[in-house]
């Protein structure tokens, strides 16, 4: 068994797949209409067959306060591995990306959290 799919809810598919492809450097993978939203998801370069991430849309009533609460106390919605968080922190907050947690050093796995724009809070991480 292997992790096929996964998802963040979004405010804003458009947005999002433009932070998502542009900022972070995924690519899209999938986009289906249905109805006013679309199946859309995006993948990494590195791994085009890999594991999916759905940039869901928030429009069910849980989403929000589920998603306020999370952000409210620092807890991000998903992870990212990066070869190295210092370099990712430097070049994204050069692209104007606002993080809620600099790179911190825990032991072997240094983090960092930021503002993915659409409602999420996003860690990326690196174990050494």
Same mark, same amino acid.
């Given at each position: 068994?292997?992790? $096929?799919?996964?998802?963040?809810?979004?405010? +804003?598919? +458009?947005?999002? #797949? &433009?932070?998502?492809t542009d900022? /972070?450097?995924?690519?899209?993978? =999938?986009?289906?209409? #249905?109805? *006013?939203d &679309?199946?859309?998801t995006?993948?990494?370069?590195?791994?085009? @067959?890999?594991?999916? /991430?759905?940039?869901?849309? %928030?429009?069910?009533?849980a989403?929000?306060?589920? &998603? *306020?609460? /999370?952000?409210? +106390?620092g807890?991000?919605?998903?992870?990212?591995?990066? +070869?190295?968080? $210092?370099?990712?922190?430097?070049r994204? &907050?050069?692209?104007?990306?606002?993080?809620?947690?600099?790179?911190?050093?825990?032991?072997?796995?240094? =983090? %960092?959290? #930021? @503002?993915?724009?659409?409602?999420? /809070?996003?860690?990326?991480?690196?174990?050494?």
């Open positions: 068994m292997k992790i $096929h799919l996964s998802s963040v809810f979004v405010d +804003d598919q +458009d947005k999002a #797949l &433009r932070f998502y900022v /972070l450097g995924f690519v899209k993978k =999938t986009e289906v209409p #249905l109805g *006013e &679309r199946w859309l995006v993948v990494s370069p590195e791994n085009p @067959d890999g594991t999916e /991430l759905l940039l869901e849309p %928030a429009g069910h009533p989403v929000r306060p589920f &998603r *306020e609460a /999370l952000a409210k +106390d807890i991000p919605a998903t992870a990212f591995a990066v +070869d190295d968080v $210092h370099a990712e922190f430097d994204l &907050r050069g692209l104007g990306v606002r993080f809620t947690q600099e790179p911190l050093e825990m032991g072997p796995v240094t =983090t %960092a959290v #930021l @503002d993915d724009t659409c409602g999420n /809070l996003i860690q990326i991480v690196h174990h050494s």
